[in-house]
Nanobody
């Protein structure tokens, strides 16, 4: 079992920056590829970004590319999402997820463990 706890969500104005963090426990963090997903009210949970076990490979959704950056620190068992130039359409609950597979994936069904989520609200 892997336990994931997100933090860093807040209410901010458009154009602001936020940094989300996810702390993992229970298993060896570096054995898992990691991802961030988000879910807005009335919408399906969607892919935001993913990172390989070593951190050497990343993938970002087109909607956040150039604004968001995923990173990890295997020594601290943490996963981060730096979010810049936030827009109202970024408003959602953001979830951290862990995948036992080797390949980075954008599919939520590929992920085995999920955090409880952290709310990000961007006002216009």
């Amino acid at each position: 079992q892997v336990q994931l706890v997100e933090s860093g969500g807040a209410l901010v104005q458009a154009g602001a920056s936020l940094r989300l963090s996810c702390v993992a426990s229970g298993r060896t963090f570096s054995d898992y590829t990691m991802g961030w997903f988000r879910q807005a009210p009335g919408k399906e949970r969607e892919f935001v970004a993913a990172i390989s076990r070593s951190g050497g490979i990343t993938s970002h959704a087109d909607s956040v590319k150039g604004r968001f950056t995923i990173s990890r620190d295997n020594a601290k068992n943490t996963l981060d999402l730096q979010m810049n130039s936030l827009k109202p359409e970024d408003t959602a609950v953001y979830y951290c997820a862990a995948r036992a597979g080797v390949l980075v994936s954008r599919r939520r069904n590929d992920y085995d463990y999920w955090g409880q989520g952290t709310q990000v609200t961007v006002s216009s």
